[in-house]
């Protein structure tokens, strides 16, 4: 079995903490070590993780850094064949999630994979809908000759729970600092681009989604369309993923409308939200300083600039 | 059209002022930029007239100002001297700085900063600074500093100053950035292709940590961006034109710092050496930087006023470096090779669009082509590599010198544009899936000296002698399953021992047009 850290950045992890630490317990694959990088919790979220055998390091709330955090947890903790990481919200599905995605590893040309993220319980049809578009049961592997087929497609993935070979994690360089969001997809593309492979692993689950507020939609879009606006080389390289939006509305609207029509304003709104947030991310550098920040989900990203 | 346009436009505007207005005090409560006072240094003695010396009523304001202040400039022309910063003090100017010309120094290689900085930064963090400043020696000099933003300046320096110092230099500094700026003018603009005058845009010298994005760097002596022994940089979102020298140089001291770096999404025009030049010649071992150059465009480096210098290359230049990933970037018009790669070790090249050539010289390790669209690849004479793989490329020649040695040559699925394609080498040789059109007299493809060669699935056409030629110095060859269409023979075969010939279909003596 490959030796493997665990690393989950926490702020005020709440009400299912104690859930994802008892899932966590309950894998069969066993983890090295298990590191929480947490920004200022108030509440028992560093206590629990520590009664839960996590190594804890302690980060000012102002310094997180989507990149940066977790580059520093890895430096900190480097010694292992497999980096694995985990958002606070993100519970595991089953007792067999990692073992699920370290098979992947078997594969010596695979340098990372993610796994499927599966609505919450509780979810609403849009949150439930968007997971499972963006999160197929087929397990896929994906290299640079697949970017003709998928563009941008190719290096989707998220740190919500992915896994990293160490060896090539840190051929890399790890994760870029200073992003605003998207540090997983830059590192997928460096590690696609230096000839390695990443997998998609259907099989290995956890339950994580979220209920967007429109507002919060525009904010997460307009995040995005800065974080497209600084690394259009990933465009350049990857090329675009054409027809994707168009499709996903479709798919949105006819997933919702099936079941509940009476959502389809809501929805038309979250597509004006969406584009809308999406394009002033693009053009995010002729806006005055304060609309950046007002507009943006990640709000400290813009007090360090 | 004009409607649609229109509702989107006023659609975006509403919505902005309503996300605007519609301020959320959740998230509005740890905004670091109101922390602490705004100080006008009108209402503390300084004049702005242009013609008094504010040096020391600036200075003062600045020594007073406690963590979280701002030191303010109203509008106005302040003639300043020096400033020395102060920790966690943030300076923002809406008037024009100007330095006095007399305190002009002379950048040295023994001298590489002035003893008049506009801005003087020592062992401090925590600084943001905004401005508009002409000066005569460097707008900032930071030394062991943290965490200094410069951002939305301008910063015009003294382009009659045939040794001017750079606008910025960082020297031993860490997490700093330079964000939104435009710089210009430092030093003399280069009139010869054979010589230049000192003058940077920006110098960042044994540093880490450091962000220069969205600036405007144009009309230096030197370089754009001069990086010296440091690491972890990005480079990211700038316009670099019109620079004397490189509009991106890198180079090694103790080669173990030089590491990750990403030069991304910028433009690098009319430099007048290369768009990016990587350059560990003198430490004498290839050193893996971790770099990726993506996404940018260049055009036009590489000349003074027309005429070539010996630089401009478009894509990079790579010398005694390994770990380097260049893609999906556009290069055009430049002088020198798109990519001129010399002692490397593992680099990668992908989506890349030019209309220059990928040149490789001496050895190498592994160089991966895959998807680019590119004029010719040129080896030079007594070139070694283990692994060269080509793959979906569109080139328009191949042009290998004759007694190389590349372990493994992987040829595979390229068009490319025009023959011959001369494979004399040692090594081992998979050309497999090419679409290749020649008009030479020698034919489409001559194998010579090779180990082993498989010619598999290739589409081959070919207007004048024999096709393919193997000469009985290539061993192990096997040719199968290709299309080939010649105004010759299809395959001259010289004797070349253990030779196996599969499948292929063939049309020989066809009088095809050139192509």
Same mark, same amino acid.
């Given at each position: ?305 | ?181 435009? =710089? ?25 940590? =450091? ?38 140089? =890198? ?103 030019? $209309? ?84 030479? $007299? ?74």
């Amino acid at each position: 079995m490959m030796n493997v850290n665990l690393y989950i950045p926490t702020l005020n992890a709440g009400d299912k903490w104690p859930e994802l630490l008892r899932a966590l317990n309950r894998q069969t694959y066993p983890v090295n070590r298990r590191v929480v990088i947490d920004s200022g919790s108030t509440d028992e979220t560093v206590e629990r993780a520590i009664a839960a055998g996590f190594e804890v390091i302690k980060i000012a709330k102002a310094s997180f850094d989507h990149g940066g955090t977790r580059q520093l947890a890895i430096e900190t903790y480097p010694q292992a064949e497999v980096y694995v990481f985990l958002t606070q919200d993100a519970i595991p599905a089953d007792e067999s999630m990692l073992m699920n995605i370290m098979v992947q590893f078997n594969d010596p040309q695979i340098g990372m994979a993610y796994g499927r993220q599966l609505p919450r319980a509780g979810a609403t049809l849009m949150e439930t809908h968007a997971r499972l578009f963006n999160y197929p049961v087929r397990t896929q592997v994906r290299s640079l000759e697949d970017a003709g087929k998928y563009g941008i497609k190719t290096i989707s993935c998220s740190n919500s729970f992915a896994a990293y070979r160490s060896s090539c994690f840190l051929e890399a360089g790890g994760f870029p600092l200073g992003t605003i969001m998207g540090e997983d997809v830059i590192m997928a593309g460096k590690l696609l681009l230096k000839g390695w492979k990443m997998a998609y692993v259907g099989d290995a689950c956890v339950y994580h989604s979220h209920d967007y507020t429109i507002r919060e939609e525009f904010e997460r879009y307009f995040d995005i369309g800065v974080f497209h606006s600084d690394n259009r080389w990933i465009f350049e390289s990857f090329g675009r993923a054409d027809g994707e939006g168009f499709r996903y509305a479709k798919s949105e609207i006819g997933y919702v409308g099936r079941r509940n029509p009476f959502l389809l304003p809501k929805i038309f709104c979250s597509f004006i939200a969406k584009w809308l947030g999406y394009k002033l991310g693009l053009v995010y550098r002729i806006l005055p300083k304060d609309f950046r920040r007002a507009f943006s989900m990640y709000k400290g990203y813009w007090d360090r600039l | 059209m004009k409607m649609v346009n229109l509702f989107h436009i006023l659609s975006m505007c509403g919505t902005v002022m309503m996300l605007a207005c519609n301020g959320d005090p959740i998230h509005a409560d740890n905004k670091g930029t109101d922390v602490g006072r705004k100080i006008d240094v009108r209402q503390y003695g300084a004049k702005g007239d242009g013609k008094t010396d504010d040096t020391k009523a600036i200075q003062a304001v600045l020594d007073s100002a406690v963590v979280g202040d701002t030191v303010y400039l109203p509008k106005g022309t302040y003639l300043i001297r020096t400033l020395r910063l102060v920790a966690n003090v943030a300076f923002v100017a809406d008037g024009m700085i100007k330095q006095p010309p007399e305190l002009a120094g002379k950048f040295a290689i023994a001298k590489q900063n002035s003893d008049a900085p506009l801005f003087r930064a020592h062992r401090i963090s925590n600084v943001y600074l905004s401005f508009r400043a002409e000066t005569v020696n460097e707008a900032l000099y930071a030394s062991q500093c943290r965490n200094i933003t410069v951002a939305n300046s301008q910063l015009t320096g003294d382009s009659t100053n045939s040794r001017s110092f750079s606008a910025v230099l960082w020297y031993d500094c860490s997490s700093s950035r330079i964000t939104g700026s435009t =710089i210009g003018y430092y030093g003399v603009r280069r009139s010869s292709p054979k010589t230049y005058n000192p003058g940077t845009a920006i110098r960042v010298l044994s540093s880490r940590g =450091i962000t220069i994005s969205g600036n405007e760097l144009r009309d230096n002596g030197e370089n754009g961006i001069f990086i010296h022994d440091s690491g972890d940089v990005e480079i990211d979102g700038n316009r670099i034109y019109r620079n004397g020298m490189s509009g991106i140089q =890198i180079g090694f001291n103790a080669a173990e710092k030089v590491a990750n770096y990403r030069i991304t999404n910028n433009r690098l025009e009319h430099n007048a050496a290369d768009a990016v030049d990587i350059n560990n010649r003198a430490h004498g071992r290839v050193v893996a930087i971790n770099a990726l150059i993506a996404g940018n465009y260049s055009h036009g480096n590489g000349f003074v006023n027309e005429e070539p210098t010996p630089d401009g290359s478009g894509i990079a230049t790579l010398i005694g470096v390994s770990d380097v990933i260049m893609s999906g970037n556009r290069a055009f018009a430049n002088n020198r090779p798109a990519l001129y790669a010399e002692g490397c070790g593992i680099l990668v090249a992908n989506r890349n669009v030019t $209309d220059g050539e990928f040149e490789m010289v001496g050895n190498w390790d592994q160089v991966k082509m895959h998807n680019n669209a590119f004029r010719a690849l040129r080896i030079l004479a007594n070139a070694e590599g283990n692994v060269l793989d080509l793959r979906q490329n569109e080139v328009g020649q191949v042009m290998l010198p004759n007694g190389i040695r590349i372990d493994s040559l992987y040829v595979i699925e390229n068009k490319i544009g025009s023959g011959p394609v001369n494979i004399n080498m040692q090594g081992n040789l998979k050309f497999e899936g090419n679409r290749l059109k020649s008009a030479h $007299d020698v034919g489409a493809l001559l194998i010579v000296n090779v180990n082993s060669a498989s010619l598999i699935g290739n589409h081959i056409n070919n207007t004048k002698n024999a096709a393919i030629t193997i000469r009985k110095t290539a061993y192990n060859i096997f040719i199968d399953s290709n299309f080939v269409t010649s105004g010759g023979t299809w395959l001259h075969d010289f004797g070349s021992p253990d030779i196996k010939i599969g499948n292929n279909q063939i049309q020989e003596h066809v009088e095809t047009t050139a192509p």
